[in-house]
């Protein structure tokens, strides 16, 4: 267990909806980020939060947007969904320093878009 | 664009040695990570490399060449518990985690 927590764990929605994931840190760590994961893929880098700052974006279209609030939980809102937003979202919480940047991830929330 | 490549799939048997390569090219390098990820699980991490050389960490080391944009991920003594994928992840100048596409170890008994 990372102490890094997820919600919902699985969500169904259509095509056009909106809808919001929640990630909770493990305690300590300043810094989240988020990733989408294909099945049979790598993560790929949604963005990261820094003391309630983005301060990196991957290739992802603004639909996708995030908030990290002062106790450095974090949100993660995808506005018009589409088909292809089916997978796994993973958050993961580091404490940004000089060091590995360990990422510890939380289970994920297993997304749907019918 | 950015880049890490991985073999997709590796078969040993268990007790062996397995050798699990990655290439990169990114913009900016701030460290080579490798993460385990089971199924139905989620990543966690193994090792981290931000110099050349070896990193050792009980039955798994990891090594790194900077100026070959190379590093491997090594495993002894192979566990069926070690059946799973490898994701190499390089941090890059934006902040940005990379990760590759992944290797799927297969151990047999």
């Known amino acids: 267990e990372t102490g890094v927590t997820q919600s919902p764990t699985h969500l169904i929605k259509t095509r056009g909806q909106q809808v919001t994931l929640r990630c909770s840190s493990q305690s300590g760590h300043n810094t989240v980020s988020w990733y989408q994961q294909a099945l049979g893929q790598g993560p790929q880098f949604i963005f990261q939060?820094?003391?309630?700052?983005?301060?990196g974006r991957g290739n992802f279209p603004p639909r996708f947007s995030g908030l990290q609030f002062p106790n450095y939980s974090s949100e993660l809102n995808v506005n018009a969904l589409e088909l292809d937003d089916s997978a796994l979202y993973l958050c993961a919480s580091s404490l940004t320093d000089n060091g590995p940047n360990e990422q510890f991830f939380g289970p994920g929330t297993r997304l749907t878009v019918l | 664009g950015q880049s890490l490549e991985q073999p997709s799939e590796v078969t040993a048997v268990e007790g062996a040695i397995v050798q699990i390569n990655c290439t990169y090219q990114?913009?900016?390098?701030?460290?080579l990570s490798w993460y385990q990820q089971h199924d139905g699980g989620a990543p966690t991490f193994l090792s981290y490399?931000?110099?050349?050389g070896l990193e050792e960490t009980g039955r798994f080391s990891s090594f790194l060449s900077r100026s070959d944009s190379y590093g491997y991920l090594l495993l002894q003594e192979l566990q069926m518990k070690d059946s799973a994928s490898y994701f190499c992840?390089?941090?890059?100048?934006?902040?940005?985690?990379?990760f590759g596409a992944g290797t799927r170890l297969f151990v047999k008994a």
């Open positions: 939060y820094y003391r309630e700052e983005e301060n």
């Open positions: 990114t913009s900016g390098f701030y460290g």
């Open positions: 490399n931000a110099l050349d």
């Open positions: 992840a390089v941090r890059d100048a934006g902040f940005k985690t990379i």
